[in-house]
């Protein structure tokens, strides 16, 4: 049984830091394309970025390039989302997501688990 477990959510001021991080099990995950969506309140999931299974490549969006970057590290088969400089509209349930495809597609549907996500609220 495949499992994506976040972490490192919490409350933080505008401008602050959070490092996410996302525990997997029950898969083969230096096999797995891994990436992270979020969900703020009244409005659809939002790629936000991923990371090949080489870690050789990643992707960001254009909300969050220069400010979020993600890794993993397969030795301990977790994924991290290390989140600077953050924003208000940072505010967000962020969900980690694993697909068995190489290519990097920012679609919801692309991806094959997901994980129960975890709170991120950037005060002002």
């Known amino acids: 049984q495949v499992q994506l477990v976040e972490s490192g959510g919490g409350l933080v001021q505008a401008r602050g830091s959070l490092r996410l991080s996302c525990a997997a099990s029950?898969?083969?995950?230096?096999?797995?394309?891994m990436g992270w969506f979020r969900q703020a309140p009244g409005k659809e999931g939002e790629f936000v970025a991923a990371?090949?299974?080489?870690?050789?490549?990643?992707a960001y969006a254009d909300s969050v390039k220069g400010r979020f970057t993600i890794s993993r590290d397969n030795a301990k088969n977790t994924v991290y989302l290390q989140k600077n400089d953050l924003k208000p509209e940072d505010t967000a349930v962020y969900y980690c997501t694993a697909t068995g495809r190489a290519a990097i597609v920012p679609r919801q549907v692309w991806w094959d688990y997901w994980g129960q996500g975890t709170q991120v609220t950037v005060s002002s």
């Open positions: 990371i090949s299974r080489s870690d050789s490549a990643t």
């Open positions: 029950g898969l083969a995950f230096s096999m797995y394309t």
